[in-house]
């Protein structure tokens, strides 16, 4: 069994930062793939960005350039910094983990954290 952590989100005014980080803990062999995903009232899940076991990164268009991800392999954790952030930007956050064992690859979420961004 896999557990995830989430910590960071918050209020933040317009333009502000925050970091958001994902930490996994249980049984599994290896982790490949780590990334973010959030969902704003009424809207679907989407993804923010990934990261692979090679450091390779996706971004969604609205995020680049502003959001920073990335990973530590040691502490099987991902983060998020996320800078000039935006109204639009509220949303629950969720980590998401690919994890493998020697029987199969699986997906892991974790419980999501509020990242409000209001003046």
């Known amino acids: 069994q896999v557990q995830l952590v989430e910590s960071g989100g918050g209020l933040v005014q317009p333009g502000g930062s925050l970091g958001l980080s994902c930490a996994a803990s249980?049984?599994?062999?290896?982790?490949?793939?780590m990334g973010w995903y959030r969902q704003a009232p009424g809207k679907q899940r989407e993804l923010v960005a990934s990261i692979g076991s090679g450091g390779s990164t996706t971004y969604a268009d609205s995020v680049k350039g502003r959001f920073t991800i990335s990973r530590d392999n040691a502490k099987n954790t991902v983060y998020l910094q996320m800078n000039s952030l935006k109204p639009e930007d509220t949303a629950v956050y969720y980590c998401?983990?690919?994890?493998?064992?020697?029987?199969?690859?699986?997906?892991?979420w974790g419980q999501g954290t509020q990242v409000t961004v209001s003046s």
């Open positions: 249980g049984s599994f062999d290896s982790i490949y793939a």
């Open positions: 998401k983990v690919g994890v493998a064992t020697l029987r199969m690859r699986y997906d892991v």
